[in-house]
């Protein structure tokens, strides 16, 4: 079983990194890009684990206790066979 | 004052700082294994010191802050035991709890490396006991993720209770914009936890902490620590 | 036999594997007539490529002076070592990674960084300050601020982790770079002098240990990737990238040197270029040993791979150790404290072979000694330089003074580095008594009150311009800013970056400027103690300006007299010392170039006795106490060294007895500025004078401006424009 | 029109970051973690783009261009309303 897990900022946190890279985009000649949100994408791995379940429980644990930071991050969990 | 620093792997300002306190106290710092799961019973100030714990990888300071002797840094630090953590210790500190609010990246996304100029804004604690309120002092930074943030419902219960230890000012002592490296909240460079025990800030006092190295600004706060914890 | 052993060898293999049809001829008499298998000739490949044999260059690097009473080791180690007493070694070496880096800005330039360090630390070196010494292409050159960007960040990424600080380095532009740039990366450690590691193997028997990270695919064929030339097709090659990984190299030293501290090492080498093949080669090489390796024992971070592909991976951070007898556990102990891997993955034998086995077969045997002894030297044909005419200042076009020192305080070469050596943790390891931005990085020795100085210096144009001038050029000024804070210089190492080899005019400019750099460390006292060669630096036929980049390293007895080019004071007097009589050398200069738009003639000739004198002179000075502040004159002569003194001071200067293009951005050599309390003035200008040095009072510091003739520039409309350059450069989008 | 781009490593090159957090994972108690791999997740907003190929193909040319190193680096578009 695997783990895809998508670390986003939560709103109202100011994304240096997605300023940044919208204004880099900008100046590559992109001017209609009006945002961009800069998260972590992680794959975990977990060959063992036959229950969707309990794979995705776990999964959440891991995000809540290190993956992400939940002051300033949301996190989802999908499992994928 | 018996003084002990911690040592995650990746740390690499674990031996400036126990150079420094070392100048000041005239003891020997004890150096902490992260593995370790206690501490010496009679340590009277845990140094965080600043560099790459894990590599800084992930988030900086989140994997160190779930090591083995942060368990026991957070008890003591509940205890009343003083905690200084710099840098990459500040971040540590936050990701475990200590003190509130992320460290994110600097505003133009590169690691800075300069002298600051710092504006004293407490004078009551055990750190900062030498400075006065106002004073204007020069202390490196060497970072990348310095940007301090907290909503603002904790920035108000930190000014408010008197708990911003540092901001980033220019060399008149004026907290301006331009002043602030890498765009922290209210130019927040260093803060307190409630009882003024723990305190967490980005600048390395350590580094300017003999006038062989061109300041000695930071010396104050390793000889105030010295003299309140004696 | 497995698939890849047995498979025969096809023209083509030979080809890609880069071996000439005779190296390849070399190959089967090595073999006595058997032909290689893949692995074999993975291994021939590797250990004849450029890179690894120095094949072109060796001939000429023998002819380096690299011997001196404080000299411990000279060239052939992973560094070089001299003696800085106290019981005290230095260690360095600089190398370059400059096609990865073109490929891969930021992973190249951060395993550029990777690689040297571990050079240092082998042999038993703290490593305590990082250089580097870049050249990138014309700044409008579409690619240039993407390279520049990346290889900074690579450097700083890599850097500031493993907790090195990175004190000094150089940067230059120029257009013939667009497609090959060049990164430089050179460090300096510390050691004991009776605990400096050896890579000689000995004692058959003994256990060859592998630590570090895991072996992947990376960069296979990375060492014969970095000695061919580019094509416009070279974005193809990618896949040999490395990736580094500084967290596990700040590891990996801290548990070296806790290993060095026992007694359980009989020799160490890091796994460089060719990782796993050069080292345990070279390793049973140079100890007249053989070496056995069991290649399932190797960790592998991938599935299914084979021992080609392992003895070619340049994967990063792993070092290959002979162990004493019975020495396993304890050393196994500390890399697992470390969270390192640790395998003792083979032997050494006394057979004088490398045998490797996969799966219980044997999958290579190869002669060890032939094998080196066959490695192909060449003596490649090469034309010397024609020389050029030497530009009379009456040539060249007057311009008025401030409009040409505004242009040249903010050209590309002079400007401020500042955006980048703010990026680079400079001051970790408190030792930092003089940060960038001065003419030698100071770093004091740690717990004493003496200190290294270390700069890195290349004057390219020049070389071009006359190879030999240059290479004693590129020498001199490393020795003289290692004067100009005060210290005594003791040694080099040098990074020899040139085009193809195979063209005569290029080989000329190898030899003559290794000539050159001899002709320096001679009459400087000031030996080659390690160093590397990059060769094939061209794109699509067009080189590289000839750079070989000098490190040089010196030793300040007493860090109370370190000496910064700051102004100090109002109204002290202003020395320039060093100045020939018929001084005004305008041909090559930045003034030429920048403010002209001309890029012609003989470089100025380094007259090494003078440069002797002076520097000698200039140093005694300063550890007299006499000298407020000091910096030596270079790229853009006397005006330019003027302002950067009074930028750093924050204080102006008003000039008297200088005038005329010639005397004010020539870039004659040997020449320095000192200041000097007033009241010393006349007795320090008597003693130059006795000693037979030409010397005079050229003004005093203070004011807010640079004052000559009459007119003034403001310091701060020079700052804007001399900080300016980079930031403004970097942060508009290409 | 919103792009979602995911930012993988290409597969056999060293995800260094990845390697420490299974590590981390591991002594926090999840040692059924096999392998975890660190990706990046970027949202482009695009609101005045009202032709979904046409968005897919620049947020392409980005990745291409900015978003991603592709020298190492692998990356997938997906675009949504
Ligand atoms: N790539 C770099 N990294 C760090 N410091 C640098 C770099 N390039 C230049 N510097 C620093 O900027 C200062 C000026 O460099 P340079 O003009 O080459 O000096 P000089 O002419 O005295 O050799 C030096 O202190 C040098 O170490
Ligand atoms: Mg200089």
Redesign the pocket.
Known sequence: MKAKVHITLKNGVLDPQGKAVEHALHGLGFPEVAGVRQGKYIEVDLPKQKDKAQAKADVEKMCKSLLANTVIENFSVEVVD | MRAGVIVFPGSNCDRDIAVALEQSTGKPTTMIWHQDTDLPSDLDLIAVPGGFSYGDYLRCGAMAAHSPIMREVKRRADQGTRVLAVCNGFQVITEAGLLPGVLMRNKDLRFICRDVHLKVEDSQSAFTAKYKVGDVIRVPIAHAEGNYFADAEILKELESEGRVAFRYCNDEGEVTDAANPNGSRNNIAGIFNKSRTVLGMMPHPERLADKKLGGNDGRAMFDALVETLA | MNHSSSKRITPEDIKTHGLSEDEYKKVLEVLGGREPNMVELGIFSVMWSEHCSYKSSKKWLKTLPTTAPWVICGPGENAGVIDIGDGLAAIFKMESHNHPSFIEPYQGAATGVGGILRDVFTMGARPIAN????RFGDPKHPKTKHLVSGVVAGISGYGNCVGVP??????NFHSSYNGNILVNAMTVGLAQQDKIFYSAAAGAGNPVVYVGSKTGRDGIHGATMASAEFDANSDEKRPTVQVGDPFTEKLLIEACMELMATDAIQSIQDMGAAGLTSSSFEMASKGGMGVELNMNAVPQREEGMTPYEMMLSESQERMLIILKPGKEDLARKIFEKWELDFAVIGHLTDTGRMVLKFNGETVCDLPIDPLAQASPEYDRPWLASTKLPVIAAGDVKNVPWRDALKTLMSCPD?AS?RW??EQ?DHMVMTDTAQR????A?VVRIHGSNRALAI?T?CTPRYVKADPHEGGKQAVA?TWR?ITAVGARPLAITDNLNFGNPQKPEIMGQIVEAIQGIGDACIALDYPVISGNVSLYNETDGTPILPTPAIGGVGLLDNLDHMTTLAFKAEGEAILLVGEKEDAGWLGQSLYLREVCGEEKGAPPPVDLAHERKVGDFVRGLIHSGKVTACH?L??GGLVVALTEMALAGKLGCRLENVAGHAALFGEDQGRYIVTVKASDAIAILQAMKDAGLPAKQIGAVGGSTIFLAGESVELDALRKLHEGWFPTYMATAS
């Open positions: 250089m580097n010494a870049l990175t004190v000094g380095g150089e940067v002079i580095r980048v050596w680079y960038p931005g001065g003419d990085a700069s210096d000024e800013n030596d270079s790229d």
